[in-house]
Nanobody, 128 residues
Framework: VRLVESGGGSVQAGGSLRLSCEVS????????VGWFRQGPGKEREGVAT???????DYADSVKGRFTISQDTTQNTLFLQMDNLKPEDTAMYYC???????????????????????WGQGTQVTVSA
């Protein structure tokens, strides 16, 4: 499985960016995918996840500003980030893993899920 992020960059506070994550070598129909970030001097934190049923979960800090989506025909995961704040500055990573249908129905696809496949990251810098 290979995950390649793109779309990062530098913006001013209040601006927008759209991150993309192309997933290749992955054929499972039941899965959990998501975005994580790690800011300077901080631990990695979950941003948003979505499962193969379309259920989405967001960190409180990004609710109402970020939107996770996926294009299953292109095997691509997106993160639309609006109203960016300086505290959103971080390296952003996408992650993917299989998840049994029963666990998806149980709401197990969230930032606490332990993902096995990760991308290399894309840098997002937000200036005040």
């Amino acid at each position: 499985v290979r995950l390649v992020e793109s779309g990062g960059g530098s913006v001013q506070a209040g601006g927008s960016l759209r991150l993309s994550c192309e997933v290749s070598g992955y054929t499972h129909s039941s899965y959990c995918v998501g975005w994580f970030r790690q800011g300077p001097g901080k631990e990695r934190e979950g941003v948003a996840t979505v499962d193969s049923d379309g259920n989405k979960d967001y960190a409180d800090s990004v609710k109402g500003r970020f939107t996770i989506s996926q294009d299953t025909t292109q095997n691509t995961l997106f993160l639309q980030m609006d109203n960016l704040k300086p505290e959103d500055t971080a390296m952003y990573y996408c992650a993917a893993d299989t998840l049994a249908p029963g666990l998806i129905r149980g709401g197990r696809c969230n930032s606490r899920f332990v993902f096995s496949s990760w991308g290399q990251g894309t840098q997002v810098t937000v200036s005040a």
